[in-house]
């Protein structure tokens, strides 16, 4: 473990990143350079007053932003997974995405009230998360407006920002009117389809990929761990890998000591999508108080990307990310024992795989073609969703004077009974449960 010098800017660039532009890297999913991002980057944490430690932890860096004060930052904290230069890039990037979009920044002057019950007459009628709510209640929502054509969304502030909820926000709730009881509503509470990027486009890109890879895995659990006669598991055969995703392969078995699976599990919209996931590695396995091993959760990695190739990389690299972060930081694992009598859910928050994996098909690889800049990827993926009648709406949270952006996105209809990973006692939404059962 190793740590970097302060970055009080980007004059820095990350080491093996070559100078100038270079060709559009992942897929046509960013917009410049490792070595201009990087400098794009440092310049929205000074812009911001803030400096940025990065400390190497083995197949993945932290980035922890600090005030002038030298006191960490609030929600300063992100990972960056994949080679060195695009692992530090990467925490950079994620730790300004959780400062601008955590809780300590949420301004009341920018939240709207709205009752429960107009919110289910609208797109996110039928959505688990709002009917866990008292129709009667009125709840914070930010606007979103559509990414393409008119129309705007309000979305209930505590979907996206789990911070929304914490003890500490009970005044900013009082001031804007929200009275609403999140007890049953808050084990749906992520930062789903929060991202940054070093442009607007190139945010976008990312919220959308990350809605529809976490979408994906809601199907792919809800399909695996509830129905009566569970569709096969999609392996992809690791013979088929191109060279570099192969080696990427064969370096995360050897680091868990144990099988890595590549799982398909690209849905309907064709996005290819994919679960990388293993079943060996002894830390997965670490006992909770007594408790059976199962109820450890799982390390996973996932991906989407309308590049075949480059959503294997994500998902392979954050299965090496998860471990390392596990390994290194040894995060208090979850209390599961609310599940201990639905062993459905706890297979699913487990991603226990076990019976699954024999009756698995193998499925080659297949490589997709991308867009080639950000733009034209975004486009992309609005089109592909719109298709299958799902509009995304974005709400902007922070965009420095450098272009750098923060953003928000909610695409209704898309699932997120992946929460359950997370160990929260949540149930798939519609959209899962009508894939789940063909």
Request: proline share 8%; with cysteine.
């Amino acid at each position: 473990m190793t740590d970097s010098d302060p970055i009080p800017g980007g004059t820095m660039a990350p080491s093996g990143t070559p100078s100038g532009a270079a060709a559009r890297p992942q897929a046509g999913e960013r917009e410049f350079s490792l070595a201009m991002a990087w400098e794009l980057g440092g310049q929205a944490v000074a812009e911001a007053g803030l400096t940025a430690r990065l400390t190497d932890l083995g197949d993945v860096w932290r980035c922890m932003l600090y005030g002038a004060d030298g006191r960490p930052a609030p929600d300063g904290g992100g990972n960056g997974k994949g080679p060195a230069a695009d692992a530090r890039v990467g925490a950079l990037f994620e730790a300004l995405e959780h400062h601008h979009s955590g809780a300590a920044r949420l301004d009341g002057d920018h939240l709207v009230l709205r009752r429960v019950a107009d919110l289910l007459d609208g797109p996110l009628a039928g959505d688990p998360a709002l009917a866990a709510l008292e129709p009667g209640g009125e709840v914070a929502c930010r606007v979103h407006t559509a990414v393409t054509g008119p129309g705007t969304l309000d979305v209930p502030v505590y979907l996206q920002c789990p911070g929304y909820l914490d003890p500490d926000l009970a005044e900013l709730r009082r001031q804007v009117g929200d009275t609403c009881d999140y007890t049953s509503a808050a084990r749906y509470s992520s930062n789903n389809g929060t991202a940054i990027g070093a442009t607007r486009a190139e945010a976008l890109v990312h919220a959308l990929a990350e809605a529809v890879e976490r979408d994906a895995l809601s199907v792919l659990l809800a399909a695996t761990f509830l129905t009566a006669a569970p569709p096969p598991l999609r392996l992809v055969d690791p013979a088929t890998l191109p060279d570099d995703l192969a080696a990427l392969h064969r370096y995360a078995r050897e680091r868990l000591a144990g099988p890595v699976h590549l799982i398909d599990m690209t849905t309907d919209l064709g996005v290819p999508a994919y679960l990388a996931r293993t079943t060996a590695a002894p830390w997965h396995r670490r006992a909770l108080d007594g408790r059976a091993p199962k109820d450890v959760l799982s390390l996973l990695g996932m991906g989407a990307s309308l590049s075949s190739h480059h959503a294997a990389r994500r998902a392979l690299a954050e299965l090496l990310q998860a471990t390392a972060l596990d390994d290194q930081l040894r995060p208090v694992p979850r209390d599961l024992s609310h599940l201990h009598g639905h062993p459905r859910l706890l297979a699913a928050a487990t991603v226990d795989l076990t019976d699954h994996l024999p009756g698995a098909t193998t499925t080659a690889f297949v490589a997709t073609s991308a867009p080639a800049t950000p733009e034209q990827h975004a486009r992309h993926l609005v089109s592909v969703l719109a298709e299958q009648g799902h509009t995304p709406y974005v709400h902007a949270l922070h965009t420095a004077s450098n272009g750098v952006s923060t953003i928000a996105v909610a695409v209704p209809g898309l699932d997120r009974f992946f929460g359950i990973t997370s160990g929260n006692a949540v149930i798939p939404g519609p959209r899962a449960r009508r894939l789940a059962a063909r």
